[in-house]
Every structure is written in structure tokens, then in C-alpha cells.
């Protein structure tokens, strides 16, 4: 099949609609499909490492996506499926819905993925008047892919034109570069100086407040003495936000325990950190503006290094982390948060069958499984 895949994010831009488009694309090629890329320039010539890649990339002049780009996502939409007949065409990121809507699609089936946040996104009021300019609601014309059975959910009852014959939920994946990284966890404790008895706690994402930062220093606040000091939190990603990077230093800086805001680090060591890691832990939850987990991915890389969560029954997060690969709390109860904590890092038999479960439902999320499971007909 010739395939093309329409994405606003793509190396070397880094994300995670980057990391899905990079992934689809790449096993795609390797299952036999020719997979053309549109994507942004980021305003730099990006032909070097374009020419790494198996997929065929086409690149138009633009950045990060926002309404003022909008025009040349159109622009360079039609162009390519003008000059190019497709079997399919995949827009998989909400900033390529209205410019796939308004190109010649010549017979090609039309894919459209949802991440979670844009659902919310397409509520506003002048998206919504632009979505019905188009005529995006009308039936047959293509088939959402939704990235977990919450986020499907979420989108057949905020957008009741969405037919459910035409959604289907695909859960996301580890790739396999991410699974070269792992390393023997003696090994990685020894090089962070690691010391028998020491318990980790790794957070990695950005640090925004629905990542749950500080209901988890309001946790960690609550465990035993006997407990606190033996406990590292590792906390791993940008501080977007100054604000609540500041609060959240403070809060470190009160728990009776050693906290490390590491920032954002290259991706050898993220892995590394992880390797070393007794569990992992981030409970987000659905901020004032639905803002949610659409599904979670860092909670099944974590458990492909055989690393349980502590998670949040929060949006996708439970289909990230089932049964047996963690243990789940309600959203903004740091109490809940800091039993299940507790009953985890004291239970060291707890701790490696959870682990031994991560690693299980890791194992059989492949993009292979993915790709497949996104292109295979209706």
C-alpha cells in the first residue's frame, strides 16, 4: 500500500506525536508499504537526516503548529495529494484534520487519530464554526483512530456526528530503540551510586500541573520516617512552567527525603534512570480546561524496563497500567496516593510481581502490532 502520513510534529522535533508518527512510519516500511511524511521544517534544511530514513519525507515551510500556520498545512496538504494517489492518508494529529478535509483525497481512505487534548481543543467555539465551514462532520468521508478506549469514549460523546462504526481504539507502544537502552539494573544503580536498601521513585514528563508533581510531594510528605529515608524521588522532564516549577522545588525541598529536579536530560540517561528504578510514578488527572492522559505512554515505557507505577485512574492511564502492572488511585487524593506507595515500597515481594506484570503487558505492545492494527481494513 502507498501511504501517506500527515503530522505537525516529526525529528527532530521531539514528542509524542512525533515518536507515534516516526514509529508508524517506520514499521509500516518494514512491513512492505511505501510511507511518504509530511511534515514542518522547523525553519532549518532537515535533508540530512531525512535521508537516514526509509520513508520517503516531505518537508513545507513551517514550525510547531498553531492557527497562523494553518494555511500552508493546507497548501502543502493539497500539494502532495494532488500530485500523488494514496490507498491511505493519515492525518495523525489534529492539526491536519481541516487541511485533510479540503484536499483531493482521489479514492485514498482517510485515517485520523486522536490524542485525547484535541478533543477539547475542537470544543471552542471558532474551531468549531471553521469544522462546520468544511463540512467536517459528514458521514464516510474518513475513520478515527483513537489511541485508548477512554479517549474513543470521550470523543463519540462530546462529538455525537462521530459515528461509532467509524472509531476504533488502537493503545500505543514501545519502540524498539527504546528497548535497546535497557541496561542490567545492577549496573545502573552502581553508576548513580545507588546503595542497597535505596528505594527510587522516577517521574518523567514535562512538569505541568496535571502531571500531579505535587500530589505526589504531598504523598511522599505522608510515609513512615523508616521509609522517607530510604527513598529517592528522581523527578525527569522540562520545567515548562516557572510558576509551578517554583512551587514544586519548594515542596521538594520540605519532604524528608532527597529530591532531584533533573530538568530535561538527554535520552540515554532517562533510560538509564529507569533501568535503576524501583518504581514509577506520576498522577495526572483532568485539569479546569480537560487537559487528561489520553493514555499514557511513559507508564508502558517504564514497565518495559520492568518498572510497576503508581498511576492515577485518570483518562487512558488505566489501559497503560493494568491490572497486575501497578497499582491505581482516584485522582487528587494524596492520601490514596501515599497507602499505595507505601504498601509498594515495603513489600519488595509486591513490587517484583507488579514489576514482572509491566514487563508482561509491555512486551505484547509492539508498533508492529500498532501499525498493523491502525492500516488493516474495517
Not at 509524542?16 to 532549518?44: K, M, N, Q
Not at 483525497?105 to 486522536?114: E, P
Not at 493514555?295 to 510497576?308: D, H, I, Q, R, S
Request: proline content about 6%; hydrophobic content about 50%; glycine content about 8%.
Amino acid at each position: 500500500m502507498k501511504i501517506a502520513l500527515l503530522t505537525s510534529e516529526f525529528p527532530p522535533f521531539n514528542g509524542g506525536i512525533a515518536t507515534y508518527a516516526r514509529e508508524l512510519a517506520a514499521s509500516a516500511v518494514e512491513a512492505g508499504h511505501e510511507v511518504t511524511v509530511l511534515a514542518p521544517d522547523y525553519g532549518a534544511d532537515q535533508s540530512v537526516g531525512d535521508a537516514a530514513l526509509p520513508e520517503k519525507i516531505v518537508r513545507f515551510a513551517g514550525g510547531a503548529a498553531n492557527a497562523k500556520g494553518l494555511p500552508a498545512r493546507i497548501r502543502a496538504t493539497r500539494r502532495l495529494l494532488g500530485a500523488e494517489r494514496f490507498d491511505i492518508v493519515h492525518a495523525v494529529d489534529w492539526p491536519f484534520f481541516i487541511p485533510v478535509a479540503l484536499a483531493p483525497r482521489n479514492g485514498a481512505r482517510v485515517l485520523l487519530t486522536v490524542h485525547g487534548s484535541e478533543i477539547i481543543y475542537m470544543q471552542e467555539r471558532k474551531r468549531r464554526l471553521l469544522l462546520m465551514l468544511v463540512r467536517f462532520w459528514r458521514h464516510g468521508w474518513a475513520q478515527w483512530i483513537g489511541n485508548s478506549r477512554y479517549t474513543v469514549d470521550l470523543l463519540l460523546h462530546t462529538f455525537p456526528a462521530v459515528r461509532a462504526i467509524d472509531v476504533r481504539a488502537v493503545p500505543l507502544a514501545v519502540g524498539a530503540a527504546w528497548r535497546a537502552r535497557r541496561v542490567p539494573r545492577e549496573l545502573a544503580r552502581a553508576r548513580f551510586g545507588l546503595m542497597d536498601g535505596d528505594l527510587v521513585i522516577v517521574s518523567l514528563g514535562r512538569v505541568v500541573p496535571r502531571k500531579g508533581h505535587l500530589d505526589l510531594a504531598a504523598a511522599l510528605a505522608l510515609l513512615p520516617a523508616d521509609l522517607s529515608a530510604r527513598v529517592h524521588w528522581w523527578v525527569i522532564g522540562p520545567l515548562n512552567e516557572a510558576d509551578h516549577a517554583e512551587r514544586l522545588r519548594a515542596a521538594a525541598e520540605a519532604l524528608p527525603l532527597r529530591v532531584t529536579l533533573f530538568g530535561g536530560v538527554p535520552v540515554e540517561e532517562v533510560a538509564a534512570r529507569m533501568c535503576a528504578a524501583d518504581l514509577f510514578c506520576l498522577p495526572g488527572y483532568l485539569d479546569e480546561d480537560g487537559r487528561v492522559e489520553g493514555f499514557g505512554l511513559v507508564f508502558l515505557e517504564a514497565g518495559a524496563f520492568g518498572v510497576p507505577s503508581v498511576a492515577t485512574r485518570s483518562g487512558g492511564i488505566p489501559e497503560a497500567v493494568p491490572d497486575g502492572a501497578g497499582l491505581l488511585v482516584p485522582e487528587r487524593d494524596p492520601n490514596a496516593l501515599a497507602k499505595a506507595l507505601v504498601r509498594v515500597l515495603a513489600d519488595d515481594m509486591l513490587r517484583a510481581r507488579l514489576a514482572a506484570g509491566a514487563e508482561m503487558h509491555a512486551a505484547r505492545a509492539t508498533w508492529e502490532r500498532v501499525m498493523y492494527d491502525t492500516y488493516k481494513e474495517k
